[in-house]
């Protein structure tokens, strides 16, 4: 187990990622946000792009797992999905490498031997964002450092699947000796039960930095039309 590894064990990453059209998603927001994260207890954080990756790494100390979104026509992994990709996450000042590790084909022809291998190459961890156990195995013969739970949920095999997947957290958990639970995890108590579910480490995003999805949860319940009661003591 490497020292980078035993930092992230136990811990709270927080995923500081926004809309890609929303007002919070310049590098410099998400730099501030990521300050946050690093003053109130997370013990690393996931950031999209390299601008933002960049803007990160100027801005804290805390270790940071990158990862490149780009959607190519006709194929459906959208998460570093190239080894330019890998290789521009690496560059721009990530410690951990994110990739789509599903068996799904990839625009570039790369799989997730060749992935890991890229990301290796430059000094960094690979980690394997998973939807279903078989993403995991596969993942862990490349030489996968970290697996995730990031795609259940996200594919058409598992749509409709309930999430946090705790389930797949215990089975990747019996093959790869790091696992981190991602996806649909919205209060404190979900944390400690993806733990006891043999997760080394949970990612949390939307329920902490995504304002924008927040507010529209809210404002949906709110009727603007109903005037408001006067207040009376």
């Given at each position: 187990?490497?020292?980078?590894?035993?930092?992230?064990?136990?811990?709270?990453?927080?995923?500081?990622?926004?809309?890609?059209?929303?007002?919070?998603?310049?590098?410099?927001?998400?730099?501030?946000?990521?300050?946050?994260?690093?003053?109130?207890?997370?013990?690393?954080?996931?950031?999209?792009?390299?601008?933002?990756?960049?803007?990160?790494?100027?801005?804290?100390?805390?270790?940071?797992?990158?990862?490149?979104?780009?959607?190519?026509?006709?194929?459906?992994?959208?998460?570093?999905?190239?080894?330019?990709?890998?290789?521009?996450?690496?560059?721009?000042?990530?410690?951990?490498?994110?990739?789509?590790?599903?068996?799904?084909?990839?625009?570039?022809?790369?799989?997730?031997?060749?992935?890991?291998?890229?990301?290796?190459?430059?000094?960094?961890?690979?980690?394997?964002?998973?939807?279903?156990?078989?993403?995991?195995?596969?993942?862990?013969?490349?030489?996968?450092?970290?697996?995730?739970?990031?795609?259940?949920?996200?594919?058409?095999?598992?749509?409709?699947?309930?999430?946090?997947?705790?389930?797949?957290?215990?089975?990747?958990?019996?093959?790869?000796?790091?696992?981190?639970?991602?996806?649909?995890?919205?209060?404190?108590?979900?944390?400690?039960?993806?733990?006891r579910a043999g997760a080394a480490a949970v990612v949390v995003g939307t329920a902490i930095t995504n304002i924008d999805v927040l507010v529209t949860r809210f404002a949906a319940h709110a009727d603007?039309?109903?005037?408001?009661?006067p207040h009376t003591s």
């Open positions: 187990m490497t020292p980078l590894l035993e930092r992230l064990r136990g811990g709270l990453i927080v995923s500081v990622q926004a809309n890609e059209d929303s007002i919070l998603n310049g590098p410099e927001t998400i730099a501030l946000l990521a300050r946050v994260g690093e003053a109130n207890g997370a013990v690393a954080v996931r950031i999209e792009g390299a601008q933002r990756i960049r803007a990160v790494r100027a801005a804290i100390a805390l270790p940071i797992v990158g990862l490149i979104k780009r959607r190519y026509e006709g194929f459906a992994p959208y998460i570093t999905s190239t080894h330019e990709e890998a290789v521009a996450a690496a560059a721009a000042g990530a410690d951990v490498v994110a990739f789509d590790a599903t068996e799904r084909p990839r625009f570039s022809g790369a799989d997730p031997e060749s992935l890991v291998a890229a990301i290796h190459a430059r000094g960094c961890l690979a980690l394997a964002d998973c939807a279903v156990r078989a993403d995991g195995i596969r993942a862990t013969q490349a030489g996968a450092d970290l697996l995730a739970t990031t795609l259940a949920g996200y594919t058409p095999a598992t749509q409709g699947r309930t999430l946090p997947d705790l389930a797949l957290v215990a089975s990747l958990a019996e093959r790869h000796p790091f696992v981190i639970c991602e996806g649909g995890i919205t209060y404190p108590s979900q944390v400690r039960a993806a733990l603007p039309r109903t005037p408001s009661k």
